[in-house]
């Protein structure tokens, strides 16, 4: 779009089992509200932080390296408080630190810099409730440069951005755990940042509704104030934050209480060592090797479990048939389920033994597809839940035919003198022994062929 | 004597005291005194068995109230030990209360306190010096053997100086903070406070070295009681001069004698000259100005302290800080200011350049001589409400104490020989050579017994 400038702000939770600057543990979502913390966490008077969490460190660097950033190593990166109060805040200042990585690049996106910081706790406004088990948890931050010309593209690219996170895997899995600010200027007009977006179609969403709140401002011949507002899921609108915001000052130190830490330079050599094959590499190589369509390749490489998983499977299966099925049919299913690959028990060998079937042509698509659907909630192996769902019988579409022409002889015969009738009844009484779940076209053109 | 006679003779006294030592006493000190003679009758009790320690009142000590003698505190009790009190208690010492102390070691004289102020022991009209006030007195009173005090930029050697004491500040990084209320964290040492040399060195002796809960601390643990047995001949002591430039003519004489005294002990009396002594005072206010207001953030009424409702959030938040005094609001206002985007660089970003200039002039300094003195205190004990009403005048007591924590060195207040109000003589070291200071102190103490 013209004139539209867009940056964005990503929050996420390293994966680490405790905590930023304590040894609490960061699985709070099972624990009880306040039960994973500490007089660190809480700020309790006297507490100091203790050291920084080396595997939290290391987690930021994975990912700065693989968003192409040169990493800030051999010189001093201070932790510096921002500070601010609100009820989640226990100590009125957050513990963030100075960039780990800069000047990045991911998908023609300029990558603004990388740091890692602490997550507050969780305020409950409406309860006027404060659980500080989340407070501690490490986050990594990664700003980009202002270079999105449309929301779509905004999303686009945060959906690549979450599957090279989801590649390195050292984030959270869990869903919401992610958080997005994203800001927007129209004609080089005043910025506008919307805070704490919770997902990536909402960033679309509330980029779309600024896009036309600015431009009716700016068509009335009105100034667009540079402000941060609130992105409302249920009614679709951004709404203006508290005025202060715009004009805070986090009045930002360095933490005397951390000494500034030095990232050696050997640390990111060995770092970058244990990077695994990213989507870009991986799809160029699944459209090398196995003759996949760039799309295909994309889709399937974009879920890096579903990535190795196709891997497997196409070791005995064609893979254009196999890549065919991992985005329909699969992809289908799972999405229907609101299930990522990963989240179904189904193992390698019973999907390859499925697609094996349909490869040979010993069941048809449609029945395959329905095995598939049962399979992906209670795996099991395919012949077995063809027997379970009573459609063992049609595992031969030929078989059938051949039993219904011989039991209906008449019908049959009627067929061969030129009634149309008599072959709709034909296929008919194969589709009630299939249950529905055979291809129509395929009985006629069989069924054709028998008479 | 047994220790629970000795600990049920410290707790008369303290009730009987009229000091205003102790905000708070250790309602298990009998209890804990049984336990500890058992392990003395066994043979298996630890190197402080035996020892009653008083403990400033901003260190916190688990189940004991954690007041830093505000308001914003009163009621707050510690859910854990700090680990200079941990690691006390694992050797047996026995912590009988906490002390009073200048509101958030907020001042140089005592008075701030919520509680109201500490007297001095050596003059009841008098203050016993800050900020702690509490911990200095209950010694010199004879209300506990040892205590622990903390100093920012002076608050363990200012009220040692006044109440004729032996204080220690130890070099940055070498006891944990851990437990201990931040006033300036980059300032911020706790020390021992004691009637002798060897006792300090003891204390020193266990609660220094690494602590994984505090970053600043990396130092190995080290044991300081051999250097109060070892001579002093050949030590190069260097009389830096500028310390003594507007201060009392009995201060400097005493000073000068106890220096006489080093001499006579076989020290090398030397010159020295620390010329930035002049801006010292604003230097430390604006650094410790700026870390104190982001230390005071977590004192918003939301989780713990005093709570007084508003209208809203921030209005809550106000109201609650109204519970602070008035130099701790100055304080803070201050910081705030100074850190502000506008004026940081004039007031900030000056005061961390001429904080390494300081420091820069007393490294030095000591490349040339072993320890740097003077007084510790330009003039001796004043009295109650003297400089209270003028904050500026207050700040100016702190200009020979401040350079050691800007430093990051350590520095003691030594008891000088003297006829009425008590005089402090300081020595300074070189980072982690306090066995240095505590040879010249136990030197000093065997010349003048």
């Not at chain 1, 004009?247 to 330079?265: G, V």
């Not at chain 1, 609101?338 to 189904?346: A, E």
């Not at chain 2, 010199?140 to 009220?159: E, K, N």
């Not at chain 2, 207050?394 to 520095?411: I, K, R």
Request: a positive charge; aromatic letters at 6%; proline letters at 4%.
């Amino acid at each position: 779009m013209k004139g539209v400038k867009i940056g964005l702000e990503i929050h996420e939770q390293l994966d680490t089992k405790s905590k930023l600057f304590c040894t609490c543990p960061t699985d709070y979502r099972d624990a009880e509200p306040n039960k994973s913390i500490c007089p660190v966490c809480t700020g309790q008077p006297g507490s100091k932080p203790f050291g920084l969490n080396e595997k939290a460190l290391n987690a930021a660097i994975k990912i700065a390296i693989a968003l192409n950033c040169k990493i800030v190593a051999d010189k001093p990166v201070q932790m510096r408080r921002k500070h601010y109060i609100y009820p989640d805040l226990p100590s009125g200042y957050q513990r963030t630190s100075e960039s780990i990585g800069v000047d990045g690049n991911l998908d023609s996106v300029q990558i603004h810099e990388v740091h890692i910081e602490e997550d507050p706790g969780r305020f409950f406004l409406r309860e006027g409730f404060v659980d500080l088990n989340r407070s501690g948890t490490p986050l990594i931050e990664i700003t980009t440069d202002p270079v999105f010309d449309s929301p779509q593209h905004a999303r686009e690219w945060l959906e690549k951005l979450a599957s090279i996170l989801d590649y390195l895997n050292v984030t959270k899995k869990e869903e919401g755990t992610m958080r997005i600010d994203a800001n927007i200027s129209l004609n080089n007009g005043n910025k506008v940042e919307i805070k704490n977006i919770n997902s990536f179609r909402n960033v679309e969403k509330a980029l779309t509704f600024e896009i036309t709140r600015q431009g009716d401002l700016l068509r009335r011949g009105q100034t667009v104030e540079r402000e941060t507002r609130h992105f409302d899921e249920k009614m679709i609108l951004t709404s203006p934050s508290r005025k202060k915001e715009t004009e805070e000052d986090y009045r930002h130190m360095p933490d005397p209480d951390i000494p500034p830490l030095t990232i050696k330079k050997y640390l990111v050599d060995k770092i970058r060592k244990t990077l695994p094959e990213l989507p870009q590499a991986k799809t160029k190589r699944f459209v090398k090797q196995y003759k996949l369509s760039g799309q295909n390749a994309e889709n399937i490489v974009s879920d890096p479990y579903a990535a190795d998983v196709f891997e497997a499977v196409v070791k005995t299966i064609d893979p254009v048939l196999a890549s065919n099925w991992f985005v329909g049919q699969l992809k289908k299913t799972l999405n229907y389920n609101n299930m990522k690959l990963r989240d179904s028990k189904m193992t390698e060998k019973q999907l390859s033994s499925l697609l094996k079937l349909t490869e040979k042509g010993k069941i048809t698509e449609r029945a395959a597809e329905l095995v598939l659907r049962e399979m992906v909630l209670r795996p099991a192996e395919p012949e077995k839940v063809i027997e379970n769902l009573g459609i063992s019988d049609f595992g031969d579409l030929n078989t059938i035919i051949k039993s219904v022409v011989d039991k209906n002889e008449k019908a049959a015969a009627d067929y061969k003198t030129g009634k149309k009738e008599a072959f709709e009844f034909l296929v008919g009484q194969v589709m009630k022994i299939t249950k529905g779940s055979a291809d129509p076209e395929k009985i006629r053109k069989l069924l054709k062929k028998r008479l | 004597m047994k220790l629970s006679e000795k600990v049920q003779a410290y707790l008369d006294a303290i009730n009987r005291s009229k000091l205003n030592a102790f905000v708070s006493i250790n309602k298990n000190a009998e209890n804990d005194a049984e336990k500890i003679q058992r392990k003395i009758n066994s043979g298996k009790a630890g190197r402080l068995a035996g020892y009653v320690f008083s403990i400033k009142d901003n260190i916190a000590v688990s189940g004991m109230r954690l007041t830093c003698a505000s308001k914003m505190l009163e009621n707050y009790v510690s859910p854990y030990d700090a680990t200079v009190v941990k690691r006390i208690i694992a050797e047996d010492g026995l912590i009988i209360g906490k002390t009073n102390m200048d509101e958030f070691a907020c001042g140089a004289s005592g008075e701030t306190s919520y509680f109201g102020p500490t007297l001095n022991p050596h003059d009841e009209k008098r203050v016993p010096g800050g900020s702690s006030a509490g911990s200095a007195a209950s010694v010199a009173a004879g209300l506990c053997d040892v205590s622990l005090g903390s100093d920012t930029g002076g608050s363990i050697r200012c009220p040692s100086s006044f109440c004729g004491v032996f204080g220690l500040k130890p070099t940055y990084g070498s006891v944990s903070r851990y437990g201990l209320v931040d006033m300036a964290m980059s300032l911020d040492q706790i020390g021992p406070i004691t009637k002798n040399v060897s006792d300090a060195a003891l204390v020193l002796s266990v609660i220094n070295g690494s602590d994984k809960m505090d970053n600043t601390v990396v130092k190995r643990q080290e044991d300081y009681t051999k250097f109060t047995r070892k001579n002093i001949k050949g030590m190069k002591i260097g009389v830096v001069e500028e310390f003594f430039d507007g201060c009392d003519h009995n201060v400097e004489k005493a000073v000068r004698d106890g220096i006489e005294a080093l001499k006579g002990k076989g020290a090398e009396i030397v010159n020295a000259s620390v010329p930035k002594t002049s801006i010292a005072v604003p230097t430390y206010y604006l650094n410790m100005f700026a870390e104190f207001s982001s230390a005071m953030q977590k004192f918003d009424g939301l989780k713990y302290g005093f709570r007084k409702n508003g209208s809203d959030l921030n209005d809550t938040v106000a109201e609650s800080r109204s519970a602070l005094g008035e130099e701790v609001k100055r304080r803070i206002l201050l910081g705030t200011y100074i850190t502000m985007k506008e004026f940081r660089s004039k007031w900030y970003s000056t005061a961390l350049k001429a904080r390494e200039a300081i420091k820069h002039e007393m490294l030095a300094a000591l490349k040339k001589c072993d320890l740097l003195t003077g007084p510790t205190m330009p003039f001796t004990a004043f009295k109650l409400g003297e400089k209270i009403k003028d904050p500026i005048e207050m700040y100016l007591s702190d200009m020979l104490t401040v350079s050691a924590n800007l430093s990051g060195l350590p520095a003691a207040s030594i008891p000088l020989n003297v006829k009425g109000l008590p005089v402090g003589m300081q020595l300074h070291a070189n980072a982690g050579e306090e066995g240095k200071i505590l040879a010249a102190a136990a030197a000093y103490e065997r010349a003048t017994k």
